[in-house]
């Protein structure tokens, strides 16, 4: 068990809809990131947060958006949903340092239909 | 961002050794070679990482060669509890990201 911890498990949405999923980091963690998994390929960076700002991005639209809380736990957003968002959302929190481990979720599975 | 290559997929046999290749043939200095595995429906699980020399810890090893453009993750003895999508990753001081490529998937044979 990593102290990482993601909800909700699964989510099933409309094409169209918002989408709120949440990231509970490992205490002690300044730095949180989020990842798309889409079936059968690896996991695909989306943004990164450090002490609450976004301080790195993948190629991913606008409409994917974050939030890092004082506490550290983190948010992603997703508004205007398409089919293509359907994958597992990771995300993994760690220290600010290259030679340290980061600690993965179980993930979010979300289904947009 | 640096890129790693490892082949799509190894098969093992129970309680044999397993080496896991890795080529990162762009790292540059400051880059930790960090590799993590994925079991079926549970997100990354981190295994080991380093810098230049070789690193040992419960869970494997990892040979990092001179020239640190390759690497090679070593399971000591395979069980079916390793079968799972191993990935090799670079990450970069400053960016603390991590680019996951295709990884490889291992398959343990009892």
């Known amino acids: 068990e990593t102290g990482v911890t993601q909800s909700p498990t699964h989510l099933i949405k409309t094409r169209g809809q918002q989408v709120t999923l949440r990231c509970s980091s490992q205490?002690?963690?300044?730095?949180v990131s989020w990842y798309q998994q889409a079936l059968g390929q690896g996991p695909q960076f989306i943004f990164q947060?450090?002490?609450?700002?976004?301080?790195g991005r993948g190629n991913f639209p606008p409409r994917f958006s974050g939030l890092q809380f004082p506490n550290y736990s983190s948010e992603l957003n997703v508004n205007a949903l398409e089919l293509d968002d359907s994958a597992l959302y990771l995300c993994?929190?760690?220290?600010?340092?290259?030679?340290?481990?980061?600690?993965f979720g179980q993930g979010t599975r979300l289904t947009v239909v | 961002d640096a890129k790693t290559t490892q082949p799509n997929s190894m098969e093992s046999n129970e309680e044999e050794p397993v080496h896991l290749p890795c080529n990162h043939s762009t790292i540059s200095g400051t880059d930790y070679i960090h590799w993590y595995r994925q079991l079926p429906s549970q997100g990354p699980e981190y295994v080991i990482h380093g810098l230049t020399s070789n690193v040992n810890n419960r869970m494997a090893s990892l040979a990092i060669a001179e020239d640190r453009k390759s690497s090679t993750l070593i399971l000591h003895r395979a069980t079916l509890r390793d079968a799972a999508v191993y990935y090799c990753i670079l990450r970069t001081s400053g960016t603390y990201k991590y680019i996951f490529g295709t990884g490889t998937r291992l398959k343990v044979l009892a």
């Open positions: 947060y450090y002490r609450e700002e976004e301080n």
């Open positions: 205490s002690g963690h300044n730095t």
């Open positions: 993994a929190s760690s220290l600010d340092l290259p030679n340290t481990e980061a600690f």
